[in-house]
């Protein structure tokens, strides 16, 4: 009795769990994503499978120098065989607002992944990356990461300082700026008046201050130093170790990489991508045309071509390119993302009140502001008035800068006998160069000239070159672009005969830092990752749209990004070698931070930091 008892009780249980486990397989069935008629979808054929491979293998190619057309041909012509089936064709117009798309990639994308998801097959990841990253929080964090800091007053020590002032501004997200250390004897090369600092709190000290006077406001963001070194051939600055482990794991959200190119040359590190959750390049120079000027530059450029490439492609999410001047990079797209300093729009409504009032608000002629360098414009300047010495007659041109070609650019128009005079350089905003009405800037090496924005701002003349450089200075209508020298002459010469347009209240804001800042947070697509967060980290939670449509790729081992992990293993693998890094012209010493950089910043001597065989 006591035997058929128990196996009554035994049957009941396995009665019980069939029950519980049919209603639970009816539950999960309610819930699934999966229509109903993908049991019918047919699977990949060999056409298809070769296809998607050839579209997946387009970084390779492009490494390789084989255009996207002849891989876009090849996909569309694998696909329209497929495109006739009529199991495809229905499965197309079964779904019109998701899947109607000319484009035989994107249909090919939703293809497969309408396969991947009728299997019930879910990509966790890719192959090189690690998967540990920050956790979003309530407020996120921004790491501004550039290649100069002041007092060198360059373009990529102004602009990030002015990016990370108005970032932090709103306070809907925590900023730092990470800018290089210098050692004593490199900062007396690099920066002005042989101005030196002790440590690194007096630098940020007189950073924030000079930021201060100009924005108008108390700034609150945070300021850290990585070790750098200077390197005098190319007057550049290059990280010393791995720049990624100076930003703490806790704070590695979100990253804006200025000059990612430069940043990356030699970086021997943690990758960008797999460190934080989204990385955006700001790319600020034209390395290729002033490597071009080098001795042996056609063969120097074509290799930096190919690493720029490869450092866009594995260490960034999203390029900006300020201006169609710069190198064509993958992953990128053209936006001036740059403002002006709130003091010039400030000189140009002063001149626009004064010449209202019927005060003469120019008194001078015409000047040219850059650093004496050959490359910043002067060869074109000398170019031209030598060309047209006598259409130029009785026109003077003031110059103002310094820098290692003066004595040779002033000799060569001194042996020339051009109406050039010469003075030493000074701030775009000294009260002196108020006065002066047409601003001339004929360089084409430059990527977006700052003080051609400046000159606008306060309301003169520029007339420049018809070059991508200056696209964006088009649409002022005190803009004058030529596109030869005759044209050039006859610019000039216009505008000393009349006097500049009044900026309009538009006009001045697309100068402005914040009209800038509202650019880059859409096309950096900041704006997105922000406002994804906040999604999700309201009530309603995350990944509960209503929108059933399905979603490419989201469950598709994608293999740009495996292309992109084995350039960036490769790439490490290359800098991690002495050797090798010496001979593509990498300072000596830079795979790890010295002694005195340990000593100024308080790390860990590099040995400790960096130990040999992992003791």
Same mark, same amino acid.
């Given at each position: 009795?006591?035997?058929?008892?128990?196996?009554?009780?035994?049957?009941?249980?396995?009665?019980?769990?069939?029950?519980?486990?049919?209603?639970?397989?009816?539950?999960?069935?309610?819930?699934?994503?999966?229509?109903?008629?993908s049991?019918?979808?047919?699977p990949?054929?060999?056409?298809?499978?070769?296809?998607?491979?050839?579209?997946?293998s387009?970084?390779?190619f492009?490494?390789?120098?084989?255009?996207?057309?002849?891989?876009?041909k090849l996909?569309?012509?694998?696909c329209s065989?497929?495109?006739?089936h009529l199991?495809?064709?229905?499965?197309?117009?079964?779904?019109?607002s998701?899947?109607?798309?000319?484009?035989?990639?994107?249909?090919l994308?939703?293809?497969?992944?309408?396969?991947?998801?009728?299997?019930g097959?879910?990509?966790?990841?890719?192959?090189?990356?690690?998967?540990?990253?920050?956790?979003?929080?309530? !407020?996120?964090?921004?790491?501004?990461?550039?290649?100069?800091?002041?007092?060198?007053?360059?373009?990529?020590?102004?602009?990030?300082?002015?990016?990370?002032?108005?970032?932090?501004?709103?306070?809907?997200?925590?900023?730092?700026?990470?800018?290089?250390?210098l050692?004593?004897?490199?900062?007396?090369?690099?920066?002005?008046?042989?101005?030196?600092?002790?440590?690194?709190?007096?630098?940020?000290?007189?950073?924030?201050?000079?930021?201060?006077?100009r924005?108008?406001?108390?700034?609150?963001?945070k300021?850290?130093?990585?070790p750098?070194?200077?390197?005098?051939?190319?007057?550049?600055?290059?990280?010393?170790g791995?720049?990624?482990?100076?930003?703490p794991?806790?704070?590695?959200?979100?990253?804006?990489?200025e000059?990612?190119?430069?940043?990356?040359?030699?970086?021997?590190? !943690?990758?960008?991508?797999?460190?934080f959750?989204?990385?955006?390049? &700001?790319?600020?120079?034209?390395?290729?045309?002033?490597?071009?000027?080098?001795?042996?530059?056609?063969?120097?450029?074509?290799?930096?071509?190919?690493?720029?490439?490869?450092?866009?492609?594995?260490?960034?999410h999203?390029?900006?390119?300020?201006?169609?001047?710069?190198?064509?990079?993958? !992953?990128?797209m053209?936006?001036?993302?740059?403002?002006?300093?709130?003091k010039?729009?400030? &000189?140009?409504?002063?001149?626009?009140?004064?010449?209202?009032?019927?005060q003469?608000?120019?008194?001078k002629?015409?000047?040219?502001?850059?650093?004496?360098?050959?490359?910043?414009?002067?060869?074109?300047?000398? %170019?031209?008035?030598?060309?047209?010495?006598?259409?130029?007659?009785g026109?003077?041109?003031?110059?103002?800068?310094?820098?290692?070609?003066s004595?040779?650019?002033?000799?060569?128009?001194?042996?020339?006998?051009?109406?050039?005079?010469?003075?030493?350089?000074? %701030?775009?905003?000294?009260?002196?160069?108020?006065?002066?009405?047409?601003?001339?800037?004929?360089?084409?090496?430059?990527?977006l000239c700052?003080?051609?924005?400046?000159?606008?701002?306060?309301?003169?003349?520029?007339?420049?070159?018809?070059?991508?450089?200056?696209?964006?200075?088009?649409?002022?209508?005190?803009?004058?672009?030529?596109?030869?020298?005759?044209?050039?002459v006859?610019?000039?010469?216009?505008?000393?005969?009349?006097?500049?347009?009044?900026?309009?209240p538009?006009?001045?804001?697309?100068?402005?830092?914040?009209?800038?800042?509202q650019?880059?947070?859409?096309h950096?697509?900041?704006? !997105?990752?922000?406002?994804?967060?906040?999604?999700?980290?309201?009530?309603?939670?995350?990944?509960?749209?209503?929108?059933?449509?399905?979603?490419?790729?989201?469950?598709?081992?994608?293999?740009?990004?495996?292309?992109?992990?084995?350039?960036?293993?490769?790439?490490?693998?290359?800098?991690?070698?002495?050797?090798?890094?010496?001979?593509?012209?990498?300072?000596?010493?830079t795979?790890?931070?010295?002694?005195?950089?340990?000593?100024?910043l308080?790390?860990?001597?590099p040995?400790?930091?960096?130990?040999?065989?992992?003791?």
């Amino acid at each position: 009795m006591v035997k058929a008892r128990l196996r009554e009780l035994e049957r009941r249980r396995q009665g019980q769990a069939t029950d519980m486990l049919h209603k639970v397989k009816l539950s999960l069935k309610s819930m699934s994503f999966v229509p109903e008629a993908s049991e019918e979808i047919p699977p990949l054929d060999l056409g298809e499978l070769l296809a998607y491979f050839l579209k997946q293998s387009v970084p390779l190619f492009d490494q390789l120098g084989i255009k996207r057309d002849v891989c876009d041909k090849l996909v569309e012509s694998l696909c329209s065989k497929r495109k006739e089936h009529l199991a495809y064709n229905s499965f197309s117009s079964s779904e019109p607002s998701a899947f109607s798309n000319d484009n035989a990639g994107d249909e090919l994308d939703l293809r497969i992944a309408s396969v991947l998801q009728s299997t019930g097959h879910n990509y966790e990841g890719g192959f090189w990356n690690d998967g540990h990253k920050y956790e979003t929080a309530d !407020k996120r964090h921004v790491a501004i990461v550039t290649t100069a800091s002041l007092p060198w007053m360059t373009g990529t020590a102004v602009n990030p300082l002015f990016r990370a002032a108005y970032l932090a501004k709103s306070s809907k997200q925590d900023v730092t700026l990470v800018v290089p250390w210098l050692c004593k004897s490199d900062q007396e090369l690099v920066y002005p008046n042989s101005m030196t600092f002790s440590s690194p709190e007096e630098q940020e000290a007189y950073m924030r201050n000079w930021l201060e006077e100009r924005v108008g406001f108390k700034t609150d963001f945070k300021i850290s130093f990585y070790p750098g070194k200077f390197q005098k051939e190319r007057r550049s600055i290059i990280p010393a170790g791995d720049t990624s482990q100076f930003i703490p794991s806790k704070e590695a959200d979100i990253a804006i990489l200025e000059e990612p190119e430069h940043l990356n040359w030699y970086h021997h590190g !943690k990758r960008w991508t797999d460190k934080f959750n989204h990385v955006v390049g &700001v790319v600020h120079t034209n390395y290729l045309e002033y490597i071009k000027r080098e001795k042996n530059g056609a063969i120097q450029a074509f290799f930096v071509k190919h690493i720029n490439n490869l450092v866009a492609r594995a260490y960034c999410h999203k390029v900006l390119r300020l201006s169609g001047a710069t190198q064509d990079l993958p !992953k990128s797209m053209i936006c001036n993302v740059h403002g002006v300093n709130p003091k010039f729009l400030e &000189v140009g409504e002063r001149i626009a009140a004064e010449r209202e009032s019927g005060q003469q608000s120019f008194s001078k002629g015409a000047y040219f502001l850059g650093k004496m360098v050959w490359a910043k414009g002067y060869r074109e300047l000398i %170019d031209l008035f030598a060309k047209h010495k006598s259409d130029l007659e009785g026109f003077k041109l003031d110059i103002y800068g310094n820098g290692e070609d003066s004595s040779e650019v002033q000799s060569a128009a001194k042996k020339l006998n051009l109406n050039l005079n010469f003075h030493k350089g000074r %701030d775009h905003a000294d009260d002196s160069l108020h006065g002066y009405k047409v601003f001339i800037n004929p360089s084409i090496s430059d990527v977006l000239c700052t003080a051609t924005a400046e000159a606008l701002a306060m309301g003169k003349f520029v007339v420049c070159a018809d070059h991508p450089s200056n696209d964006f200075f088009r649409s002022f209508p005190n803009c004058l672009t030529y596109k030869t020298s005759e044209d050039f002459v006859a610019k000039v010469k216009e505008a000393m005969a009349r006097d500049p347009q009044p900026l309009t209240p538009e006009q001045r804001y697309n100068l402005s830092w914040e009209a800038a800042t509202q650019r880059f947070m859409e096309h950096s697509e900041l704006d !997105k990752v922000l406002s994804s967060n906040r999604d999700c980290t309201s009530t309603s939670g995350c990944g509960k749209s209503g929108d059933s449509r399905m979603k490419k790729s989201a469950s598709l081992p994608n293999m740009s990004d495996m292309v992109d992990g084995g350039l960036a293993f490769a790439h490490y693998c290359f800098t991690g070698n002495e050797l090798l890094r010496l001979s593509t012209g990498a300072i000596p010493g830079t795979l790890n931070y010295n002694k005195h950089h340990s000593l100024d910043l308080h790390l860990l001597p590099p040995q400790v930091q960096n130990p040999i065989y992992g003791w």
